[in-house]
């Protein structure tokens, strides 16, 4: 276990500016908007250095603890969350016309998504202020991610999801051990009952945007993405956006960096959408404010009507030069059938979306010829195999016979 | 990419002793018994030390190059197969009174199982031959992974499969690009007729129980378990047996070390069969040959009738003084929901079946008090999620008001 000792890091609202004390913990601010958390950058830089980082092997999130809301890491680590490989594909990049392509293979992480992340930092946050409930609206890899944790770290977890949900998600959360709350309703009837529920009980809170832990959690992908790369910013990244924490947490973690030093720029982040489901990219398009769409993307974990970290989601890419770029599903799913063929990394139609959205972009000319690009695969396709079958087309089988399987070979092997 | 200058191994039939030298390449003996490589390990020492290795980081399988049977590692290692974590569950130990508990999670290798072990140096093997189609006839694990790191190395991968096999194992084969060929048979059809092609195309062939190659690769979890528990021989080691590979593989390992001089002693191996697939443990039981059952289980990656692997798995439990346990069908799926809630590792049942067996033998007093156990964790349970499911019960779903939600929330949180 390591401890940190530090002045601890307000809070402050990215709408209105107003700053709140970390201690109470709260979730949002007065005026509505979402709170950030702000660290004193000459302190850290002070206590903590690079060079004595680069000296120890990456062995998961726990290792960036001077730059996480809190103070200490868990007992035992070993499940390794984070700490995932970053894959240089030359021949794509060859192929596409530019520098070098990288994947960050987050589906490697214990409950196969990124979000385990922050459900990693958020059970030790809850921990260091006594909950021992956390509770969550999800359907998907957030749920998923807090039940496995939970699991590990021993603390228990609150799960509420429409009971519309596929019973291969909901398995895997009762697998885990987490409680289960299905609710006769939609997505939006279940995330604000379970608010409803962390404000009357006192329960910790893993909802994605009302939590500015999650953010805290995600941006280590972007310190991990920065050291792997030997502390030179990549040019351009792609990110998935549903809600838009994930993207708002990738520029937070360069942000960071940047303001300890440790590199010279932020990369350009580029917030891929789908068509059906384009809230953020709408908003960076006219240049104006979030106006909440009816979603409907076969891409279901970036399948979102109000993004809950809009705003962040905006400042990421505004902040940063990046841009928006949309895909449609037929554009993802050729990409997830592109993607796991030639990189071998197998992801769900969400990571596929930020894929198409590259292959896109380098179509479009909207990459140099010098860039290094990253593609952030968010989480595995093993969750979602019924999207994956429906872009592959078993051959017709063959009689247990050499003569049989000779005549069908020649059409396979060229 | 590395490189080892060595002089080659040689290959020895495991049943006549008959000595064969690795050029030209071959699967088997003349007898029919599969054959086992022999390596040099006084050269080895003089070239390779312990010291050495013990100051870099694990990154991959390719950090035992001078213990696998090929020259050279593949140019981009980060696909990062193997460097698995292995997890210490303190308290899990402690209820059942022994000394410590250890899980080697290999669902984290790049398509979710242990397999990626022998695909990633099968397909460096095949290279250095100059083949460039592998063939393998499987309807799973064995299956993703050579279609997985086929799509990696940029190798060709051909897939034999029983066209009765369920579309979501079909669809990741497919999804990694590889060329999958029904077959209208069993899978014993379908392993006959990959060797037939294999024999008359010249094609390599990653079929586990023919090529010795499959070991050599699955040893290096024994490598990683070794090193992670700083060279200290843990006293048991559950591993779930089908074919029989795995566990021969793991006994290569160890006697590998052992013959270094790098350990001590070669961990108790312990066989974990379900009852309805127990050709192994019954030949361990009677003392004789393994006899062909007529194997049905849920547990379907150590569903097999006639082990392919058979007597390298005897002789690693007889060599390490281990022993052979069964377990039913209903106790692996408790066990899998046991370790899931438990350990927060969700395996697929074959890997809950070794769990089930440790569970057992604590239980029957075949663990002592000072004992450290490990238990391999082989594929993840999200390629099954229809057994999984068969095992937990989905509570009734409330209204979306707080009042409906209160009435659940007392029974399930206590």
């Given amino acids: 276990m390591d ?37 004193d950058y000459d302190y850290i830089n002070s206590i903590w250095k690079k060079e004595n980082l680069d000296k120890t092997a990456m062995d998961s999130v726990w290792r960036y603890l001077p730059l996480l809301p809190v103070n200490e890491s868990p007992e035992n680590i070993n499940i390794r969350v984070g700490a995932t490989p970053l894959i240089e594909f030359p021949n794509i990049a060859k192929e596409l016309h530019f520098n070098q392509l990288y994947i960050k293979d987050d589906t490697r992480n214990p409950s196969g ?13 809850a921990k260091e202020l006594g909950d021992n409930l956390l509770i969550a609206a999800s359907t998907g890899n957030a749920a998923a991610s807090l039940a496995c944790l939970s699991a590990f770290h021993g603390v228990k977890a609150l799960i509420l999801a429409p009971d519309s949900a596929p019973i291969a998600k909901l398995t895997q959360i009762l697998q885990y051990g987490a409680k289960l709350l299905p609710v006769n309703g939609s997505y939006d009837d279940a995330f604000d009952l379970s608010f ?16 500015p832990v999650m953010s805290e959690g995600k941006k280590t992908i972007a310190f991990e993405i920065a050291e792997q790369l030997n502390w030179i910013s990549p040019d351009q990244i792609y990110v998935p956006v549903g809600d838009g924490c994930i993207i708002g947490a990738v520029y937070k973690g360069f942000y960071d960096l940047l303001k300890l030093g440790w590199i010279s720029k932020i990369p350009a982040l580029v917030a891929v959408q789908s068509e059906n489901s384009a809230a953020v990219v709408n908003a960076l398009e006219s240049g104006g404010e979030i106006i909440p769409v009816k979603s409907n993307t076969i891409a279901d974990s970036i399948s979102v009507d109000l993004p809950r970290d809009g705003e962040k989601a905006l400042a990421a890419v505004r902040h940063s030069n990046g841009f928006g770029i949309l895909v449609s599903d037929e554009e993802i799913l050729q990409a997830q059938l592109i993607m796991s063929s030639s990189t071998s990394i197998f992801c769900e139609p969400a990571s596929a979306a930020a894929y198409a959205g590259m292959l896109k972009a380098a179509k479009e000319n909207r990459i140099s010829n010098l860039d290094n690009i990253v593609v952030l695969a968010t989480g595995t396709g093993l969750k979602d195999i019924s999207s994956a079958a429906k872009n592959v087309q078993i051959p017709v089988s063959v009689s247990p016979n050499i003569e049989s399987a000779e005549k069908s070979l020649k059409e396979l092997i060229h």
Same sequence: chains 1, 2.
Avoid: M
């Avoid at 002045?7 to 979402?34: A, H, M, W």
């Avoid at 990124?114 to 030790?124: C, G, H, N, T």
């Fill in 3 to 39: 401890r940190i000792d530090r002045k601890l890091s307000n809070l402050t609202c990215i709408q209105c500016r107003e700053e709140y004390p970390v201690q109470p913990f709260r979730y949002t601010c007065d005026c509505g908007g979402n709170l950030d958390y702000v660290f």
């Fill in 113 to 125: 998504s990124l979000k385990d992340r922050a459900s990693e930092i958020a059970i030790q946050h």
């Fill in 196 to 211: 409803e529920l962390t404000k009357r009980y006192g329960w910790y809170s893993r909802n994605t945007g009302i939590n």
